[in-house]
T-cell receptor, first 112, second 112 residues
Framework: TQLLEQSPQFLSIQEGENLTVYCNSS?????LQWYRQEPGEGPVLLVT?????EVKKLKRLTFQFGDARKDSSLHITAAQPGDTGLYLC????????????FGQGTELSVKP | SQTIHQWPATLVQPVGSPLSLECTVE??????LYWYRQAAGRGLQLLFY??????ISSEVPQNLSASRPQDRQFILSSKKLLLSDSGFYLC???????????FGSGTRLTVV
C-alpha cells in the first residue's frame, strides 16, 4: 500500500512567520501535487512537480520535489491570514488511470 | 471551459435508506472520473475511479457502489446507508491539458 505521510497535521502561526509542510513516502511517484482546500469546498490544485529536485514558486509559496521523487515540501514565506486552509499533498501513481494518493493534510491557521 | 457539477451540497439520510449522488462534467470528453471521501476535513480516500463508460474500479470494499451510465456522468450509490458512511464526498476529473484534478464542490452526507 502506498502511503503519504504529511506533517505537521496542525499549524497555528502569527502573520508574517515562515512555515514548512512536509510530505514523505517510501514509494516513488511519477509526480506530486499540492492542493489547498477551504471548509465546505473541494480542493484546488496549487502546483504539480514532476522532476526529481524540481523547485517551483508561486508568489510566497515554494514547492520542492525530492531527488528520489519520494518526498516533497511546501514552504510559505511571510504567511498571511489568507493562507489559512487545509493543505494536501497527493502523489500520482504510475500507469493507474490518474489515481492520486493523498496525505492526511495540514490544517494551517494564520492569525493576524 | 471544463467544469464539474456535484449535487446535492448537503444531505441528511436515515440509516438503512438508499443513496444517490450525481456528478457531471462539461467541456471535456472521455474524462477519468473519481469519487473520494474525506472524513473530518482530513485526507481524501479514493473510493472509485472510472476510465470510461461502464468501467468502474473499486478501491475500498464497502457499502457503496458507483456507475458511469454516460461519458460525463458518474454516480455514487448505496442500497442501505450505514452511520459510518457519513462524510464529505468529492467527485473529480483528471485535466489533461494542465494535469491534475478538478474537484466538485462536494456533498456533505450525514447518516442519522
Amino acid at each position: 500500500t502506498q502511503l503519504l505521510e504529511q506533517s505537521p497535521q496542525f499549524l497555528s502561526i502569527q502573520e508574517g512567520e515562515n512555515l514548512t509542510v512536509y510530505c514523505n513516502s517510501s514509494s516513488v511517484f511519477s509526480s506530486l501535487q499540492w492542493y489547498r482546500q477551504e471548509p465546505g469546498e473541494g480542493p484546488v490544485l496549487l502546483v504539480t512537480v514532476v522532476t526529481g529536485g524540481e523547485v517551483k514558486k508561486l508568489k510566497r509559496l515554494t514547492f520542492q520535489f525530492g531527488d528520489a521523487r519520494k518526498d516533497s515540501s511546501l514552504h510559505i514565506t511571510a504567511a498571511q491570514p489568507g493562507d489559512t486552509g487545509l493543505y494536501l499533498c497527493a502523489g500520482l501513481i504510475y500507469n493507474q488511470g490518474g489515481k492520486l494518493i493523498f496525505g492526511q493534510g495540514t490544517e494551517l491557521s494564520v492569525k493576524p | 471551459s471544463q467544469t464539474i457539477h456535484q449535487w446535492p451540497a448537503t444531505l441528511v439520510q436515515p440509516v438503512g435508506s438508499p443513496l444517490s449522488l450525481e456528478c457531471t462534467v462539461e467541456g471535456t470528453s472521455n474524462p477519468n472520473l473519481y469519487w473520494y471521501r474525506q472524513a473530518a476535513g482530513r485526507g481524501l480516500q479514493l473510493l472509485f475511479y472510472s476510465v470510461g463508460i461502464g468501467q468502474i474500479s473499486s478501491e475500498v470494499p464497502q457499502n457503496l457502489s458507483a456507475s458511469r451510465p454516460q461519458d460525463r456522468q458518474f454516480i455514487l450509490s448505496s442500497k442501505k446507508l450505514l452511520l459510518s458512511d457519513s462524510g464529505f464526498y468529492l467527485c473529480a476529473f483528471w485535466r489533461v491539458r494542465f494535469p491534475g484534478y478538478t474537484f466538485g464542490s462536494g456533498t456533505r452526507l450525514t447518516v442519522v
